[in-house]
């Protein structure tokens, strides 16, 4: 049937895009398995944590992940919204689909710091300054993602997110060098210190190393998954509530074709 | 070893379970959007255009220069 309209075109992802993101995925997903075949199989104990120090091969990953790659991404992506030269919604929901998965790792962090701190400090929980400053993160963005559920127009909601996101983003080199301008309970940085002498080595430094790879790649499959649903929203229209009632729609035009058919 | 075992089960069952969560959203948006596009050619008797799949007009596509 010829036309001289014209539907808006759906959002299609490319075959080479869904095949990029399935190849991380499943890259993500085997790196995953060998960190923890070597983290808690092939390891040996450590003479002072013993084997506690297994936690060690995700605790950094997951905490490496939220703080650095997802929440300082939302941060550049935010800088280059409200950049007048950069501004684009891409950015936008980059920022967003960074923040939700940061979030994620973040929770992560806690827990597994947590559960690593029970035997080794005696308490599931001290207030500690970069224990407290990674709870703050965590409740800042997901300010953040509370932000973004009131209703608003799409400029103006990128706009007080990307405020928003940058105020929160000041609390990570706050996080990393609490340890520094803090006395803590937490230990220094093990790999990143400030003689760049890690003080890990051998096969528990490999591990370490591949759970940084495995957490990361893990993370990208994540972000471009939530990229594509932000993409997928914003074609049906902004909000849940306007996403069901097109749902609700086609569904109706589709019982009324069956009817007519019939 | 107990709590080491409880920290990798908590830990990769949230991001599995977060990751599932991803894909059954992003499966349910896709689904939404054919039966969107289904039923509004239906209703005008359009023919739709999914090869281009890039238009100003076209909200949220990829990273189309009409968001600025």
Same mark, same amino acid.
């Given at each position: 049937m010829s036309t001289n309209q014209?539907?808006?075109a759906p959002p299609v992802q490319s075959r080479r895009s869904l095949w990029?993101?399935?190849i991380i995925g499943i890259t993500a997903l085997v790196a995953t398995a060998f960190t923890v075949w070597l983290g808690l199989w092939v390891t040996p104990p450590d003479q002072v944590q013993g084997n506690l120090v297994r936690l060690v091969y995700i605790h950094p990953g997951v905490a490496w992940v939220a703080l650095y790659l $997802?929440?300082?991404? $939302? $941060?550049?992506a935010s800088v280059l919204y409200l950049w007048p030269r950069t501004r684009s919604l891409y950015w936008d929901r980059l920022a967003a689909a960074a923040v939700e998965v940061g979030v994620v790792f973040n929770v992560c962090t806690l827990i597994s710091g947590s559960i690593w701190g029970k035997p080794t400090w005696g308490v599931w929980w001290a207030w500690d300054a970069r224990l407290t400053s990674t709870a703050v993160l965590l409740v800042l963005f997901l300010g953040y993602l509370a932000l973004r559920r009131v209703p608003a127009e799409p400029e103006v909601r990128a706009k007080r997110s990307a405020f928003v996101a940058l105020f929160a983003a000041v609390d990570i080199p706050i996080v990393h060098f609490s340890v520094l301008w803090w006395k803590t309970l937490h230990q220094g940085a093990t790999v990143l210190n400030a003689n760049l002498s890690p003080t890990i080595h051998g096969s528990m430094a490999w591990t370490l190393l591949l759970g940084f790879i495995a957490l990361t790649l893990v993370f990208v499959w994540m972000l471009l998954v939530r990229y594509r649903i932000g993409v997928l929203e914003d074609w049906l229209g902004t909000g849940e509530l306007d996403v069901a009632l097109?749902?609700?729609q086609a569904e109706g035009a589709g019982l009324d074709d069956d009817e007519a058919a019939a | 070893m107990g709590y080491v075992q409880a920290g990798y089960s908590i830990v990769l069952g949230i991001l599995f379970l977060y990751g599932l969560q #991803? &894909?059954? +959203? +992003?499966? +349910? #948006?896709? @689904?939404? &959007? *054919? +039966? &969107?596009v289904a039923s509004d050619a239906a209703a005008v008797g359009l023919t739709v255009d999914? *090869? =281009? *799949? @890039?238009? *100003?007009?076209?909200?949220? &596509? =990829?990273r189309p220069s009409g968001d600025r």
């Open positions: 014209h539907v808006p990029t993101t399935r $997802a929440f300082g991404l $939302a $941060a550049l097109r749902e609700r | #991803l &894909v059954w +959203r +992003r499966r +349910r #948006l896709n @689904r939404s &959007v *054919a +039966r &969107v999914t *090869a =281009g *799949a @890039r238009h *100003a007009d076209a909200p949220g &596509v =990829g």
